[in-house]
């Protein structure tokens, strides 16, 4: 890949595709997750990392009857699964890793005025904007 090809790479984030798999979690117990990588261009990977969020999110008829919304979030870490390697063009790298979230922390809910969800995202961290495997959201019980 040339020069361009490259560059647009570290733009968009071009150089692999990656996938989450989350298994549902518990709260103080680990949840077991498989990231799959396939590279579509030569690069080299700094590290492999999981984001994990809890957002509590609300949602009522406020004033006059107008729709008001409130979000925030509850929960938010980082979890390096492996350090640095060389992507190579046209292989598919495997990583397994756990989610290990607190025990203190609030399982998924979904009421008719507040929701808590829990979403994981998997990435390579590379020069450039990171591929990663977009928000999968999971149940935590």
Known sequence: MGFFGDLKNKITGGAAKVTLQVS????????????????????????????????ES???????????RNSRTSFETRIQV?????????????????????????????GQLINHLWEAQAGLDMPGNDPDSGWQAFQVD
């Not at 609300?58 to 008001?68: L, P, S, T």
């Not at 060389?86 to 203190?104: C, K, M, R, S």
């Open 82 to 110: 492996a350090g640095p390697f060389d992507l190579v063009q046209g292989q598919t790298y495997t990583f397994q890793a756990q989610i290990e979230l607190p025990a203190n922390v609030g399982p998924t809910y979904r």
């Open 58 to 68: 609300a949602e009522w008829k406020g004033d006059n009857n107008q729709q008001v």
């Open 24 to 55: 549902n979690a518990r709260r103080g117990q680990g949840a077991p997750c498989t990231i799959q990588a396939t590279a579509s261009a030569n690069g080299k990977v700094a590290a492999v990392y999981i984001l994990v969020r809890g957002m």
